[in-house]
């Protein structure tokens, strides 16, 4: 099946710096989501993005699908975006949304 | 309602024990999907309906799993003669019309079998 893999697993930073984070998939897909987890476990849509570009407001997410990647970037970050970032695809020959391994950020003041 | 709710938050059971996981989506929404997260893993598709049919239950993991959604609204989880590799965060998420479209996700169930 298709495997989604995320990067960094890990992302530690101060309050103010911008981050891209980056998700790779093996196979093409007809969609891709990317959700934020909080730290209390509610999972957020951030965006529908099967290609092109997106913003909203400090997020910004790009899908190169003929690439088979996806960035979202974060700028001026804020404690409140510590959390899990996943994205998840949906592959052409299934009607499953599969989420990758996510990356961990936390944002310290 | 305003989102998808989910009864109950937190659910402690005793293996063997039945449980049934209740879904409420976000009004008007057709489409209807379960995953399960275990800690520190992404969550894990279990079942998807459009209205009132299981579209794809492709991803429940054995026979004790079964779900329903019979008047293609509230949807419950059952879980028969659970286990302790059971315990998870059970999530429910709305999407309208069409399949996986942009999801929206409930606070989840917390399943934790002794």
């Known amino acids: 099946g298709i495997q989604v893999e995320q990067s960094p697993p890990d992302l530690i930073l101060q309050e103010g710096a911008n981050s891209t984070l980056r998700c790779n998939f093996s196979d093409s897909v007809n969609n891709l989501q990317w959700f934020h987890q909080n730290p209390w476990g509610q999972l957020i849509n951030l965006f529908y993005?099967?290609?092109g570009t997106k913003q909203n407001g400090r997020l910004s997410a790009t899908t190169v699908a003929t690439e088979r990647y996806s960035l979202l970037y974060i700028s001026s970050s804020q404690t409140t975006d510590s959390g899990v970032y996943f994205c998840a695809v949906e592959p052409r020959d299934t009607d499953k949304l599969i989420f990758g391994t996510g990356t961990r950020l936390q944002v310290f003041p | 309602g305003a989102g998808v709710s989910q009864t109950p938050s937190n659910k402690v059971t005793e293996k063997g024990k039945y449980v049934e996981l209740r879904c409420d989506p976000i009004?008007?929404?057709?489409?209807l999907y379960w995953y399960r997260q275990s800690l520190g893993q992404g969550p894990e598709f279990l079942i998807y309906f459009q209205g009132t049919g299981a579209a794809d239950d492709s991803g429940l993991p054995n026979d004790r799993f079964f779900a329903v959604r019979p008047e293609g609204s509230v949807s419950t989880l059952k879980i028969q003669r659970t286990e302790r590799g059971d315990s998870a965060v059970y999530l429910c998420?709305?999407?309208?019309?069409?399949?996986?479209?942009?999801?929206?996700f409930g606070e989840g169930s917390r399943l934790t079998v002794l």
């Open positions: 009004s008007g929404h057709t489409a």
């Open positions: 998420a709305s999407s309208q019309n069409r399949a996986f479209g942009e999801l929206f």
């Open positions: 993005i099967p290609s």
